[in-house]
């Protein structure tokens, strides 16, 4: 079992920065990939960046390649979205995810099986 808290999200303007923090806590954190999606209202949840169980593999939309990190800190339990350069197309409730996989990159929802609660992340123009 994992659970998993996000926290950070918040108003920001076009050409800004947040970092999202993903606290989980379980005993199998550490041997699972962790992604970030994210999802607005009439649309399905989103990819958005992955990372391996070691840190050692990383993957990112297209969409947010070049301006969004991820990372993680296996003795602090915790996954990290740095978000740069904000543009309002990037407004969504962000969900830190861990998946079923260890060492493979997972972008598909179903790749997934422990869910945040989401935070709301607003990038006004």
């Known amino acids: 079992q994992v659970q998993l808290v996000e926290s950070g999200g918040g108003l920001v303007q076009a050409g800004g920065s947040l970092r999202l923090s993903c606290a989980a806590s379980?005993?199998?954190?550490?041997?699972?990939?962790m992604g970030w999606f994210r999802q607005t209202p009439g649309k399905e949840r989103e990819f958005v960046a992955a990372?391996?169980?070691?840190?050692?593999?990383?993957y990112y939309a297209d969409s947010v390649k070049g301006r969004f990190t991820i990372s993680r800190d296996n003795a602090k339990n915790t996954v990290d979205l740095q978000m740069n350069s904000l543009e309002p197309e990037d407004t969504a409730v962000y969900y830190c995810?861990?998946?079923?996989?260890?060492?493979?990159?997972?972008?598909?929802?179903?790749?997934?099986?422990?869910w945040g609660q989401g935070t709301q992340v607003t990038v006004s123009s």
């Open positions: 990372i391996t169980s070691s840190g050692g593999r990383i």
């Open positions: 995810a861990a998946s079923r996989f260890r060492e493979t990159i997972a972008t598909r929802f179903s790749d997934y099986n422990y």
């Open positions: 379980g005993r199998t954190f550490s041997n699972s990939a």
